[in-house]
């Protein structure tokens, strides 16, 4: 049982290692690290402007889980627990539960393709499932093998308030860093909407996204501009 827990933790500091060497070398500025119930996690001092740059961050902590893992994949006695440990550990933070890097990798995709008011739906409604999930697991896991590792990860997973905070900053920090990736690109995508005369301002404005400039229609009762 020694060797598995040590197994676990030799896994996650490999697996912060991995987020702080594609930081560095993405030039990408760290702010300290700081332990949590799900693991140490490295603090980046900014998100990067790049949505690439924050992808490739975030999925080098699995993939270098997943290195480990594939050089110790015949290996006996506790290298194979460092090989289990790492695979697992790499699949898990591939979950789309927020805070894990899937869910990050998950809204970086979903918020260029489909904007942040439907991205922050589906990481909630996804999330939600997800913890449902694991808590059903973990009691079955403490049943049949008296193990309440999947519980405890469920316990500790954030609130869907906490997950609507991440999309409230994201939403910031890419309204403010547009301007530099207008100039960067030379062409912005422009988002089309249609809205009825009575619509009211509190609906119009959940359908915006801070990332996009946006053409409004309002339309008459005979659906006349």
Do not use: W
Not at 66 to 84: K, Q, T, V
Not at 144 to 154: D, E, M, R, T, V
Request: hydrophobic share 50%.
């Amino acid at each position: 049982m020694i060797k598995i827990f040590l197994a676990c933790i030799i896994a996650v500091i490999l697996h912060e290692v991995s987020h702080i060497l594609a930081a560095r070398i993405l030039k990408v500025k760290l702010y300290d690290f700081r332990p949590t119930p799900i693991g140490i996690k490295a603090r980046l001092k900014e998100n990067p402007k790049s949505f690439k740059k924050q992808a490739a961050i975030f999925f080098a902590g699995p993939l270098g889980n997943f290195i480990i893992a594939i050089i110790f994949f015949n290996s006996s006695g506790f290298l194979h627990n460092l090989f289990e440990a790492n695979l697992a550990i790499g699949i898990f933070n591939l979950l789309p539960v927020y805070p894990l890097d899937g869910s990050q990798i998950f809204i970086i995709v979903l918020y260029k393709l489909i904007g942040s008011t439907r991205t922050f739906k589906l990481v909630k409604l996804l999330s939600v499932i997800m913890k449902i999930s694991l808590t059903m697991t973990g009691l079955i896991q403490i049943i049949f093998f008296y193990n309440p590792s999947f519980l405890i990860a469920a316990l500790f997973l954030p609130t869907t308030k906490v997950i609507e905070e991440k999309m409230r900053i994201m939403k910031l920090e890419n309204f403010l860093n547009r301007k530099q990736r207008i100039l960067k690109k030379k062409i912005y995508a422009v988002r089309h909407i249609v809205a009825m005369h009575d619509c009211t301002l509190g609906e119009l404005i959940n359908k915006l996204d801070y990332d996009r400039f946006h053409i409004i229609y309002v339309l008459n009762d005979d659906l006349d501009i």
